[in-house]
């Protein structure tokens, strides 16, 4: 496994612009998400240009944060980005969910546009653990407008409330945000699918996508059913750490790999489909093994589809 500064020198470092102002970012390949430099947050969030001020207030805020026993500073990360000075340096970072908890701490009139922003990032990888309803709505909208069928996307949104019960369960029962969510996530998709995260991203040709937005209709169902289980049996036997969560959570999984193989077995297809959203277009999801055309073809098909969607949306 690669060390954190292994980790740090994969990392995609790129530059966000909200209204103009520079927000430096680097992209977590093995976390799969994206941190934001705290310092061009704060600076944002109290409209304050000089560099040396905001890191002032950053330290007094921080101090202030620690005090109160807040979970933005106790589980801040520091990742190389760039500063003013030209020079790469270990500066304080925070992803989607600790940048909602930070936005409450700091009153602002930049606070809304900024989460709207925010979500804007992040709609390729929907967060689920950030505002709820401004996630939510963004999405819904992100997905008429690349065309999803409104059956997909009702599966969809219900599938992060299905998440969102399952982590809560994990909260729970003590299991750690980052590393341990995401073992116990790779154990769940293992166990139904037959391939971890990874593979299974791999397997629809996927490298930063978000694996459930390019899943069918079929797939969401089975990883809800995993889920669904999972979350069920924690709340009758209450798990206590990560090690009995595990337990909890392939026994939920495992009833979904049951489901799948009979769906296998009755259809005489894989459940698992090797197609990914640009491939699927705006046609229904349920049938993963539908035959594709040229990639070309596929591509056109589905920016025609797009600007004739009968929910009038605008074409990405």
Avoid: C
Avoid at 202 to 209: A, C, D, M, S
Wanted: net charge positive; hydrophobic share 35%; no cysteine.
């Amino acid at each position: 496994m690669d060390s954190e500064k292994d980790r740090i020198s994969k990392a995609e470092n790129q530059i966000k612009l909200f209204e103009e102002t520079q927000v430096r970012a680097v992209w977590d390949e093995e976390a799969e998400k994206w941190w934001f430099s705290v310092l061009d947050v704060v600076g944002i969030l109290t409209e304050q240009p000089d560099y040396k001020k905001v890191r002032n207030y950053w330290k007094w805020l921080k101090n202030k944060l620690i005090a109160e026993g807040s979970e933005v500073v106790s589980i801040t990360n520091q990742k190389k980005m760039r500063t003013p000075d030209g020079k790469l340096r270990l500066t304080d970072v925070v992803d989607t969910e600790q940048i909602m908890r930070l936005v409450q701490s700091i009153p602002s009139k930049k606070a809304e546009p900024f989460k709207l922003w925010l979500a804007k990032v992040g709609s390729e990888r929907l967060d689920e653990t950030v505002d709820p309803e401004l996630s939510i709505n963004f999405a819904i909208q992100n997905y008429r407008r690349l065309g999803y069928s409104e059956n997909w996307i009702n599966q969809r949104i219900k599938s992060i409330e299905v998440r969102k019960a399952l982590t809560d369960e994990w909260d729970k029962s003590g299991v750690k945000q980052g590393k341990e969510y995401a073992t116990l996530t790779d154990l769940m998709s293992k166990t139904w699918s037959g391939m971890n995260t990874r593979e299974y991203k791999q397997h629809k040709g996927l490298k930063k996508e978000n694996l459930r937005d390019n899943m069918t209709n079929t797939e969401l169902v089975l990883n809800m059913l995993a889920e669904v289980a999972a979350t069920d049996i924690s709340i009758a036997r209450q798990p206590s750490g990560f090690d009995e969560s595990a337990i909890v959570a392939k026994e939920g999984a495992t009833v979904a790999k049951v489901a799948r193989k009979q769906i296998e077995k009755s259809t005489g297809k894989p459940a698992v489909s090797k197609l990914s959203a640009a491939e699927l277009g705006k046609r229904v999801l349920g049938d993963g093994n539908e035959n594709t055309k040229s990639g070309n073809e596929s591509v056109e098909r589905r920016n025609k589809s797009t600007q004739s969607n009968k929910l009038g949306a605008i074409d990405a």
